[in-house]
């Protein structure tokens, strides 16, 4: 019976740590913010401009940050049949259907764009926002990729020829809420580290809110009615903080040599089953 | 043998989630930490991962040759690494998360450089909103 009890208490015990630290971070974190809204200036009106950092919660290993694929009920998307069919073809190396490192078909692992709306969803760092007046230009640092969202009052092309990062609109909902959305998306990009898929009628609504002037928050939403049943949410007003205007961005690329030679010293001794 | 296993400890770490982001943590035994002591031959600074090459002895006193993985500049650099932080010939002390398949590769948790300062490679972030 005690040692019964033992054994409880110490399984019991990363769990604890856990709560403890993420309660730690919790409270810290409401603190700053607290703190920061105390002091931060109203959003400006129309202008969600700057260098903004979502910290390391852009990273999103396991999916999206409102999605993770961890096997929660919660977290269970709204496949279709051919979803879900698309989704066995897709092997991460993240996530419940982890695979090895050499068995991956993960297209970013070797180093093909992310696309949209990947680049949301996955390694998203620090991001740097410029307006002009006729259109949003959007640079991420993972991969050197910028976006062109128009503003020009153009609509969406009606029969797009797919592109990786698809074609952007976008709108002011109010003086500090801006919608973008996207079509036209090349289908060999997966819509997340977890791989889940879309099709070629992917539409994709980003809504970005300033909160204040030092707070941008990020929402996406997924709708592509072949792949699944409703549109979801993948990302809930995931929180960016703004840096100063000469924050020096550093480089993140995915280098094929340089992958080739991980997967020489790494990836492939790594995967070795031996003699089967 | 003491020049190698300083510790092997099983144990459940999971406190906060460690970071493989690129390639996964499938192959690796996450629930284990290594720790050798260790004379650098490369450090490679680069994308999509860092890694680490270095001699370490084996319980027979033979000249294990290991690789190990770390995070991508960006991250490492804000951990407080840099390209020079090691070169050939350093004698460091190095903490690993090990394959599961028994091969000299691993992922780096920490080092202990020569001069006593210890780096962590940990990127660590909250899953789930």
Redesign the interface.
């Known amino acids: 019976m005690m040692r019964a009890s033992l054994a409880t208490t110490i399984a019991l ?2 769990t604890l ?2 709560a403890s ?2 309660g730690a ?1 919790t409270a810290s974190g409401q603190q700053a913010q607290s703190s920061k809204n105390q002091t931060a200036a109203p959003a400006p009106r129309h202008d969600i401009s700057g260098i903004w950092d979502p ?3 852009g ?1 999103q ?2 999916g999206p ?2 999605m ?1 694929e ?1 096997g929660k009920l919660e ?1 269970q998307i709204p496949y279709t049949p051919a979803g879900l069919e698309a989704l066995k073809t897709h092997k ?3 996530g419940i259907r ?4 050499s068995e ?1 078909n993960d297209p970013v ?1 070797y180093c093909d764009p992310q696309g949209m709306p990947r680049e949301d969803l996955y ?1 998203l ?1 620090t991001t740097q926002i410029l307006q002009t007046p006729l259109n949003v230009l959007v640079l991420y ?1 993972f991969g050197k990729i910028w976006r062109v969202v128009w503003t020009d009052g153009r609509d969406l092309p009606k029969d797009p020829e797919p592109r990786w990062f698809g074609y952007s609109i976008g709108k002011w909902q109010d003086d500090t809420t801006f919608v973008v959305q996207t079509s036209g998306t090349d289908e060999r990009t997966w819509v997340d ?1 977890a791989g889940r898929p879309h099709s070629e009628d992917l539409r994709i609504e980003e809504k970005f809110h300033r909160v204040d002037h030092d707070t941008l928050e990020l929402s996406v939403t997924i709708d592509d009615p072949k792949m699944y049943t409703k549109p979801w949410v993948a990302l ?2 995931l929180r960016f903080k703004l840096q100063p205007p000469n924050f020096d961005v ?6 094929p040599s ?2 080739a ?2 997967n020489k ?3 492939k ?6 003699p089967q | 043998m003491k020049n190698m296993f300083l510790t092997i400890f099983l144990g ?5 989630v460690p ?10 035994d996450t629930t284990k930490r290594i720790t050798l002591k260790a004379t650098v031959t490369e450090w ?1 600074w ?4 860092c ?1 680490l ?1 270095f001699d370490a002895k084996d319980e027979k006193g033979n000249v294990v040759h290991w ?3 770390a995070n ?3 991250d490492m ?1 804000n951990l407080g690494w840099s390209k020079q932080t090691l070169k050939p010939g350093d004698e460091v002390t190095v903490t690993l998360i090990p ?1 599961k ?1 028994g ?1 000299p ?1 691993g992922r780096i948790d920490q080092v202990v450089l020569a001069n006593g300062k210890t780096l962590s490679a940990r ?7």
């Open positions: 015990i990363p740590i856990f630290l993420t971070q910290g390391n919660e990273i290993p396991l940050r409102a993770p961890d977290h991460p190396s993240n982890s695979v090895l490192p991956t692992v390694e760092r640092q580290r809930d007003k550093r480089e993140m690329m995915c280098s340089e992958f030679e991980y010293v790494i990836g001794p790594a995967s070795d089953k031996g | 459940i770490l999971m406190v906060s970071l493989f982001a690129h390639h996964g943590a499938a192959a690796y490679f680069a994308n999509p991962h890694f090459r690789a190990t993985e991508n500049p960006s650099v394959v398949n091969q590769i990127v660590v972030f909250k899953e789930g909103n």
